[in-house]
C-alpha cells in the first residue's frame, strides 16, 4: 500500500493542534492537541534541550505514531515536506522508531514529496483540524515524549 501523509497545524505553534493523517485505500488521522505541544515543550527545555530541535523530532514520533499499526502493509511513504532541508534527520529519526518494530524497513520506503491540496491526507487532515471529522487517535504528550529519549 502506497500512502500519503499531510500535516495541518504546525507542530511549532503550540496555541493551536496539530493533525497527521494519510490516506490511500484507508484513511487514518491523529490529533495533537495545544496543550500536549506544550507540555511536550516544556519537558524538553528542562532537559536543557533547543526547542528547534525538538518540532522536528516531534514531527517524526507523530509520523511514526501515525503508521506504526500499518508498517506490514506500507510499500511507500510520501510525506509532505514541512520542514524543508531536514528531510535526511527526520527520514533518519522515522526509521529509528520503524526499525524497533520492523527491522528490515527500508529508508528507501519513505520519500518527501508534495502532496498537494486535492489529496485525500491533505483534505482528511483539514477536517479533523476543523473538528468537521474526528481523529482516530489522540497523541499525549507522554506518548511524544517516550519516542524522544
Sequence with gaps: MRI?????????????????????????????????????????????????????????????????NHLNQISLVEIDPEYPGRETEIRGWLIQHIRKLVPTFSPERIIFRRVGKRSRAHQKALAVFRNEEQANRKVRARDLLALLK
Design 4 to 68: 500519503e501523509i499531510d500535516q495541518s497545524g504546525k507542530i511549532e505553534h503550540t496555541q493551536s493542534n496539530t493533525v497527521l493523517a494519510f490516506s490511500n485505500d484507508e484513511e487514518f488521522a491523529l490529533l495533537i492537541l495545544a496543550v500536549e505541544k506544550r507540555a511536550c515543550l516544556k519537558e524538553w527545555r528542562g532537559r536543557g534541550k533547543n526547542a528547534k530541535m525538538l518540532y522536528q523530532r516531534l514531527f517524526a514520533a507523530a509520523l511514526f505514531l501515525l503508521i506504526k
